[in-house]
């Protein structure tokens, strides 16, 4: 590696959801949420055993299911988890909740 090399990187991030309002019911509906999210590495470089290698063009997926709970009109809440599908990836599985609140 010379000192011109850099890992860091522009990344672009995209994804794709839908969702569903199934119970429709004031002030409580809920809605299941399937999601993919997806990052493509544009340049820099990996850490690896054997030494730094390019991370150019690695492409990272992960599919995420969950259910959000809207409360009233300005509240809501999340649960979901998520896998990671393709074999490089920041991290493997996970569990999400979330609080939101619109103003």
Do not use: C
Request: no cysteine; hydrophobic share 40%; charged share 15%.
């Amino acid at each position: 590696m010379t000192s011109t090399q850099q890992f860091g990187s522009n990344v672009l991030v995209y994804g794709l959801g839908a969702s569903y309002r199934f119970h429709p019911r004031e002030p409580l509906r809920v809605a299941p949420v399937l999601e993919f999210v997806g990052w493509n590495i544009r340049g820099g470089y990996v850490t690896q055993p054997t030494g730094p290698v390019a991370g150019s063009g690695t492409n990272i997926g992960n599919a995420k299911l969950g259910a959000r709970i809207v409360l009233g009109g300005h509240s809501s809440l999340y649960f979901g988890f998520g896998r990671q599908l393709t074999h490089i990836g920041w991290y493997r599985d996970f569990l999400r909740m979330e609080y939101a609140r619109a103003f």
